[in-house]
């Protein structure tokens, strides 16, 4: 065999290994086994419950299990680095939500959501500031009142750099509250602050209902106002912060994440089986009635500019807060 013949089956042999690679991996099924959905904050907030009701539901259009495995702490960027840092397979996914962003401008982490590939915004969930069973206060307005009035400092509960301490200094700014007059004490997840609250240990936290519901029906926990454009059907009796004359709606928009480089053909089936699941009516209901959120579902590219928007109105409105470490 002369050397340019030899030359040219071995470049045609490569090539045809590289072709049949390719659509060996192109007929493989997806998914192949279990999906690790990571959330990014301990058990028992309304992250962690949202994402158990509804890939609950999904696992059923993927003929595989969504496993739900907790990995909080550092402003939730433990969780969102693992699964950046996974293989870009579809089997490893992040629900989460605008922490992302904010641990991003609070210089947490080095990166923002432009770091995932986005698979599918689900929900958002009307936020809800809350006290305890007795405290003076018993609506959003009277916060501002006992702010002046104390000697010691109130204190409000946060997961530093997440929504809820956005919440609370989008608050101050909308209340004319200087934030050097209050206290803000860090807890891990929103479990511990609920704790922390029961115990009469701070003044204040915002919730929601998927972490607080029943501690609202069993008059535990006082609901003071709830941040949404009208009230919610499951507290019909609690106001807007905008009939309190707070002009402030916040939602916290949960939606589901993969590392970068994972396949669109992957993604359109993690997205559709997310979409399948969140038409069914009892979730859909148990959604709305019971966790006090929207769903607001938009796949892929629609997710992803979506985001952007978002990322834009936050590095606005953080810089105008004074949103930092």
């Known amino acids: 065999m002369n050397k340019r013949l030899k030359m040219a089956l071995t470049v045609w042999m490569g090539t045809w290994l590289c072709m049949w690679s390719f659509a060996t ?3 493989k099924p997806f998914p192949d086994t279990d999906i690790t959905l990571v959330v990014p904050f301990g058990p028992g907030g309304a992250t962690d419950v949202l994402f158990r009701d509804i890939s609950a539901e999904a696992q059923t259009y993927l003929d595989t299990s969504i496993n739900i495995v907790n990995i909080a702490g550092s402003g939730a960027t433990r969780g969102s680095q693992t699964v950046k840092d996974a293989e870009a397979d579809g089997h490893t996914l992040l629900g ?3 922490t992302i962003d904010l641990a991003y401008f609070a210089g947490l982490s080095a990166y923002s959501h432009q770091a995932f590939a986005p698979v599918a915004l689900l929900t958002r969930t009307v936020n809800i ?3 305890y069973s007795g405290h003076t206060a018993q609506l959003a307005r009277d916060i501002p009142v006992l702010v002046a009035e104390q000697i ?9 750099s997440s929504t809820d301490h956005f919440f609370w200094l989008h608050f101050f700014h909308q209340t004319g509250i200087n934030p050097q007059d209050i206290a803000f004490i860090h807890y891990p997840d929103t479990g511990a602050q609920v704790a922390a609250l029961l115990a009469g240990e701070i003044d204040f936290a915002m919730l929601n209902l998927p972490s607080a519901s029943q501690l609202f029906a069993t008059n535990a926990l006082t609901p003071l106002g709830v941040a949404g454009e009208a009230r919610l059907t499951g507290l019909p009796a609690v106001p ?10 916040n939602t916290t928009d949960r939606g589901v994440f993969a590392p970068f480089n994972t396949s669109p053909e992957r993604l359109a089936i993690l997205a559709n089986a997310f979409e399948q699941a969140l038409t069914q009516p009892k979730l859909a209901r148990t959604i709305e009635h019971s966790h006090g959120s929207l769903i607001d579902y938009r796949p892929l590219n629609n997710y992803a500019d979506y985001l952007n928007h978002q990322y834009t109105l936050l590095k606005s409105l953080s810089e105008s807060v004074a949103f930092e470490r």
């Open 25 to 27: 991996l192109a007929d």
């Open 96 to 98: 989460s939500h605008q």
């Open 129 to 131: 500031p809350a006290t």
């Open 152 to 160: 010691e400092p109130l204190m409000f509960g946060i997961i530093p």
């Open 240 to 249: 807007t912060l905008l009939e309190q004359g707070i002009e402030l709606v």
